[in-house]
């Protein structure tokens, strides 16, 4: 059905006009490097057109679910973290930093963690990151500023962070901005924590990653910000794995997980395009390594999982038009991945130093990668007993059915990997056993025909998680997570008139994910559906500017909890908003 609609939205755009729409657009919407390559000037980015038509600044936003306040809630105080820092020509500077200090000592059982930013005027889309001892909080992407600039704003809970606000930290915010003629903006960051009493007491005994705050967490990054941030870059010039001897593991963890942080820049940044390195070197192409990625885990050599990343659209990537107001998923709050380690706890719980080694498989330049390591701890007892029950990790090889003449080529990628382990662990309320099993899958048909004038892409991953918790005699946990990122695009490039190009594109991904747990005092479970298409089209000069520029997008957001629903459907055209509808009502049945 997604394939139906976006050759309908390629009709529906041959019927738009060529007509200047927000012409001091800036980027080139195929990101050239990737898509639009080999003819020459048609493979340079664009230069953007000085046009002041448009004055009124644009708010930017992604359409999420807010965050779960009950009704009852309380806000107990609010702490600055960052106060209107101004983010100019930093390119590779030391970040922004400040103190944490606790705002209050009552009791607190929600935190919420609240972006606020603005940009002067014209500027590419920037990532930034938020540390607080070296611990990544928030990873977030500006938008793509026009001549007018813009707002923007996250609301993240951060509440599975709350052992880090309970002392003074060290607050670190990295931005990496670059002035010039062109692109003069400059961000203005503000950066907050509210805490709050909901008057409901969480699901603290449940397995879920995202409602069980740990008691301690240690940084896998950098050991200080100094030359761009806390993140290790990994690719290109830079080795493809980096190892992190961590210190002062307590010895009476019972259970642990590692949240990964992952953002793809240059090169990367469309790597779920990468054409083969043979296609790559046979069409004097800076770029390839094809376009599957893992990211995989180690300690002390030991693998112990992976993930493999959603493929994020960047708001300058493919069509920036299309990502006016509304922001592409996942760009305001980039994903973070967790991998749950507890059949491991016997190879870190000895008091020692273990080295964690993070890898992103077959990369180019560059990635930014850190990680958390969040601990359970008991503190009945000095030290937990722990054992490795079963491991399960077999290798696995993609299958590549590949084939190309020229700049024209068929490319399709599949893989399949499926690991599981399982360990035991006793503490002070007895002996148990966790198993964690994983299924990732990955597809991907990559074409490019006409000698660039069509390319396309069909991209499907998808994830499947269990962990089961186990006593001597009864299955006393569940805990199942379902995920698919589809990505679809479709783009065609044509001669126009005095020697320039059109180009025009239609974009489908999304989202999915299902979440169910069944634990000792209850169970709950949600589900989502976040889908954007969007169509566009851009016209290229023969100078390398921009003299023509659509963009359409449509949204539909669906969250269905035991904690309540949202429905959301947004549609805007050439950067105005024509529909937003939003619903808290839960529909049981739907089509």
Request: hydrophobic content about 35%; some cysteine.
């Amino acid at each position: 059905m997604m394939q139906n609609i976006i050759i309908t939205l390629m009709v529906c755009m041959a019927t738009l006009s060529a007509a200047v729409v927000g012409a001091d657009f800036i980027p080139y919407p195929m990101k050239a490097r990737h898509w639009m390559i080999g003819k020459g000037r048609r493979g340079a980015r664009p230069k953007a057109l000085d046009d002041a038509s448009s004055t009124v600044s644009t708010g930017f936003f992604e359409v999420a679910r807010p965050v779960d306040m009950p009704s009852e809630s309380k806000l107990i105080c609010t702490a600055p973290l960052i106060r209107s820092f101004l983010f100019k020509d930093t390119g590779e500077s030391d970040p922004s930093t400040s103190q944490f200090a606790p705002c209050t000592t009552e009791p607190f059982d929600r935190v919420v963690l609240r972006w606020r930013g603005t940009c002067s005027s014209r500027q590419f889309a920037r990532i930034s990151t938020l540390w607080m001892s070296g611990i990544e909080l928030l990873r977030t992407s500006t938008p793509e500023f026009a001549n007018e600039g813009g707002s923007w704003s996250v609301d993240k809970d951060v509440t599975r962070f709350t052992c880090l606000f309970k002392t003074v930290r060290k607050v670190a915010l990295q931005l990496n901005n670059v002035l010039d003629v062109d692109y003069s903006g400059f961000f203005n960051i503000s950066v907050y924590l509210d805490f709050y009493q909901t008057g409901t007491k969480r699901k603290y005994a449940s397995p879920d990653l995202s409602v069980a705050p740990s008691h301690r967490i240690k940084a896998i990054s950098l050991p200080n910000p100094k030359d761009g941030g806390y993140w290790f870059h990994l690719g290109g010039d830079n080795p493809q794995t980096i190892s992190k001897e961590v210190v002062g593991i307590p010895r009476n963890p019972y259970r642990a997980t590692i949240e990964i942080c992952l953002s793809a820049h240059n090169d990367e940044e469309s790597w779920y395009t990468n054409p083969p390195t043979d296609y790559a070197n046979a069409n004097n192409l800076t770029f390839g390594n094809g376009p599957f990625r893992e990211v995989t885990v180690s300690i002390d050599g030991t693998f112990v999982g992976s993930v493999w990343p959603f493929p994020l659209v960047l708001p300058g990537s493919f069509d920036p038009m299309a990502w006016r107001p509304v922001l592409p998923i996942g760009t305001a709050t980039l994903p973070s991945y967790d991998l749950d380690i507890t059949p491991f706890v016997s190879l870190i719980n000895d008091g020692n130093p273990h080295t964690i080694t993070l890898t992103v498989v077959n990369s180019l330049s560059e990635w930014l990668v850190d990680a958390n390591l969040h601990l359970w701890v008991d503190s009945k007892v000095g030290a937990t007993r722990a054992g490795l029950i079963s491991y399960n990790a077999p290798d696995f090889t993609p299958l590549d059915n590949s084939k190309f003449s020229g700049p024209n080529g068929d490319f399709y990628l599949s893989a399949s990997r499926k690991y599981s382990f399982a360990g035991w662990v006793e503490d002070s309320k007895g002996n148990y056993t966790v198993c964690v099993s994983s299924l990732l899958t990955y597809s991907n048909a990559l074409i490019m025909q006409g000698d660039y004038g069509y390319q396309s892409s069909d991209l499907t991953i998808a994830a499947q998680n269990q962990v089961l918790r186990y006593n001597d005699t009864l299955l006393i946990a569940t805990y199942k997570t379902s995920s698919s990122f589809p990505f679809q695009i479709k783009c065609n490039q044509s001669d126009a008139a005095n020697d320039s190009v059109n180009l025009n594109c239609a974009i489908a991904h999304g989202m999915t994910s299902d979440e169910f747990a069944i634990f000792e005092k209850g169970s709950f479970a949600t589900s989502l559906n976040n889908t954007q298409l969007t169509s566009g089209q851009l016209t290229i000069n023969s100078d390398n500017t921009v003299s023509g520029a659509t963009g359409s997008l449509h949204q539909d957001y669906v969250y269905t909890g035991t904690s309540g629903c949202y429905q959301r459907a947004v549609s805007t055209s050439n950067s105005a908003i024509v529909q937003d509808s939003f619903s808290t009502v839960c529909k049981p049945c739907r089509d």
